[in-house]
């Protein structure tokens, strides 16, 4: 045999998985990320300690991630459309273990919450590369489940993050904790200059290379804006992702608290409940997508299910906490339908401003819940709480926002196009 046949035959087995590989590393930086997002979350006493600050100090030194990481949304798009995934990515990977080495020797406060908005900036471009590899690596009817199973990764390095974090925190220090996360992003950088590619074939690379030379990023943007299914699917994401990120994430536990005579531990335990069922139901329902060759369709159930059990979790006050426990696990395995709008993305909008319609998506997805439920159901309760001395009513009232945006995402859910997973 030739050497050239040999050399063929012996990088057939690598060349099968690449796909995987490349998909798989740039997954990596979405869980990267998210373990950056709730770092502070196990640092809080130290944080206080470090920089003379109280909770409330502490809580908007941790939110400035989030001002510079939506802003960004739509921009990291827009530069994934100009730029090759792999040149941005590495280059987030290092300039994120900067800021995070940054944060880690910073001796003030306007310099740590510096380094928190830079690292808010340069994470922004975490989710929608994935994405885009998936797109361009993977057939069609395949992205759901890779945009579900990017998320289940991302969730997944929260939730090991946070537990692997605090055994660091006591061994190690905070600081040392941190330096720790940025070598990580080093390791992560190394490996994304090494594996990831960018196309998955010649004729790929020939044609989004054409129309990058005729398009500009503003002209991406008017592109996908100027599509009506990118108003109905973002605001379906954010409405559905809302009630993860507004209730799951933060008013959960307070509701529980006034509601059932539990403690805070059991009270977060059952929030949490939410989380591992986001991360379960996404690649899950991505992957009934797929399997059955339609978006719409368990977009319309599953928001249907998320909209009866709130009203159930919201309204009746009899469960038991068993019960409690499995409806919050079901609410957030069936709120990761959020994750369908990307595909339906995906197949409608052309492949040059595929990465500028996933980063519009995904700001859309992130700006509903955190920025603007989340105050505005504090500020429902502050306006009830003189009104009402029964604080289970008040939360009550408070919450059926949460209701009202489902009905509201259900509403646009009829709206949506069947894209038949891009085959028609």
Not at 207 to 225: C, E, G, K, M
Request: hydrophobic share 55%; with cysteine; aromatic share 12%.
């Amino acid at each position: 045999m030739q050497p050239e046949l040999i050399l063929e035959e012996r990088s057939r087995p690598f060349t099968k998985f690449l796909p995987w590989i490349v998909w798989g590393i740039s997954s990596l930086f979405v869980a990267y990320q998210m373990l950056l997002q709730i770092a502070p979350s196990v640092m809080i006493a130290d944080l206080e300690h470090a920089f003379s600050i109280n909770e409330f100090g502490v809580s908007l030194l941790s939110s400035s991630f989030f001002y510079t990481y939506v802003l960004f949304q739509i921009p990291a798009g827009m530069l994934i459309d100009r730029i090759q995934p792999r040149y941005c990515l590495t280059f987030c990977f290092l300039d994120i273990a900067l800021t995070t080495v940054m944060l880690a020797s910073s001796g003030s406060l306007p310099i740590a919450k510096i380094s928190r908005i830079l690292q808010g900036g340069f994470s922004a471009l975490s989710v929608v590369p994935a994405l885009y590899l998936a797109a361009t690596w993977f057939p069609p009817a395949r992205f759901a489940l890779l945009a579900g199973l990017t998320e289940m990764v991302g969730m997944s390095g929260a939730a090991i993050g946070q537990a692997c974090l605090a055994p660091c925190m006591v061994i190690l220090g905070w600081r040392s904790t941190l330096l720790l996360c940025a070598f990580m992003g080093l390791v992560l950088a190394v490996l994304t200059w090494t594996f990831v590619r960018n196309k998955s074939s010649e004729d790929d690379e020939e044609t989004l290379t054409a129309s990058l030379v005729q398009q500009t990023v503003f002209r991406n943007l008017l592109t996908v804006i100027s599509y009506p299914q990118a108003w109905i699917n973002g605001l379906f994401s954010g409405l559905l992702f809302s009630v993860a990120a507004a209730f799951g994430a933060f008013w959960c536990i307070p509701f529980l608290m006034h509601v059932y005579p539990i403690s805070l531990t059991t009270a977060a335990a059952a929030s949490s409940m939410t989380l591992f069922g986001s991360a379960l139901g996404a690649p899950a329902i991505g992957w009934l997508s797929d399997r059955i060759g339609l978006r719409k369709l368990p977009m319309i159930g599953s928001t249907t299910i998320v909209l009866i059990l709130m009203i159930i979790i919201l309204y009746v006050h009899s469960l038991r906490l068993t019960e409690m426990f499995g409806l919050l696990f079901a609410v957030g395995f069936f709120s990761s339908a959020y994750v369908l709008p990307f595909a339906v993305m995906r197949d409608v909008m052309p492949a040059h401003v595929r990465g500028t319609a996933m980063g519009y998506t995904n700001m859309m997805c992130i700006l509903i819940g955190s920025p603007i439920l989340q105050p505005l159901i504090g500020w429902l309760l502050n306006s009830n709480v003189s009104h009402t001395a029964n604080a289970a009513s008040t939360y009550q009232h408070a919450l059926t926002v949460l209701p009202i945006c489902l009905a509201i995402g259900l509403i646009l859910s009829f709206f949506v196009k069947e894209t038949h997973c891009g085959k028609q």
